[in-house]
């Protein structure tokens, strides 16, 4: 059973390596209006969630993501949300997330491709400091947490 999961890990890993989304470069306004910009040269770790307001699962993970921005702020880790919500006002999007640390994007104030938007949510993925996809955590394969991000980013903060 254990080199089942194993298996699976490595094939869900090899994945991931074989067809990163084509975020980076990411440029984006926030639901604030100011702009934004993460690139694979400005050599910082990128977190990206996508959610919306209705995901109640996608509202559960933004205190942890919130908690992880603060801590690793001043080591170069970006986090920003992309809001899924069709048509929703940035008021509302910002209503939603009180307490957020970290810039809110609507999905149609980004760059983002359709290709590289998720088809179910919670999806997060963090990107090294050359601006390759990482880590990819998508619906259903449970919520992600803070001792998760504890592990994978001081590594990724390591490396040039």
């Given at each position: 059973?254990r080199?089942?999961?194993v298996?699976l890990?490595?094939?869900w ?10 975020l980076l ?7 604030s209006?100011?702009?934004l910009r993460?690139a694979a040269d400005?050599h ?5 969630h ?8 996608c509202?559960a993970e933004?205190?942890?993501l919130?908690a ?7 080591d170069?880790v970006?986090?920003?949300a992309?809001s899924?919500?069709?048509?929703a006002?940035?008021?509302?999007i910002?209503?939603?997330s009180?307490?957020?640390?970290f810039p809110?994007v609507r ?6 491709s359709?290709?590289d938007v998720?088809?179910a ?5 963090v990107y090294g400091?050359d601006g ?7 619906a259903?394969g449970?919520a992600v947490?803070a001792?998760?991000f504890?592990?994978?980013?001081p590594?990724?903060?390591e490396?040039?």
């Amino acid at each position: 059973m254990r080199r089942g999961i194993v298996l699976l890990a490595a094939a869900w890993l090899g994945l991931v390596a074989a067809s990163p989304p084509h975020l980076l470069p990411l440029s984006a306004t926030s639901v604030s209006g100011t702009p934004l910009r993460f690139a694979a040269d400005r050599h910082e770790v990128v977190v990206i969630h996508f959610w919306a307001t209705w995901c109640a699962p996608c509202r559960a993970e933004m205190p942890i993501l919130a908690a992880i921005s603060q801590k690793y702020a001043r080591d170069g880790v970006k986090v920003v949300a992309i809001s899924l919500d069709a048509g929703a006002s940035r008021e509302k999007i910002a209503a939603a997330s009180t307490g957020v640390n970290f810039p809110l994007v609507r999905l149609s104030d980004s760059n983002v491709s359709p290709r590289d938007v998720p088809t179910a949510i919670p999806e997060t993925l963090v990107y090294g400091r050359d601006g390759r996809l990482r880590y990819r955590f998508q619906a259903g394969g449970g919520a992600v947490d803070a001792a998760m991000f504890d592990r994978i980013i001081p590594p990724l903060l390591e490396e040039h």
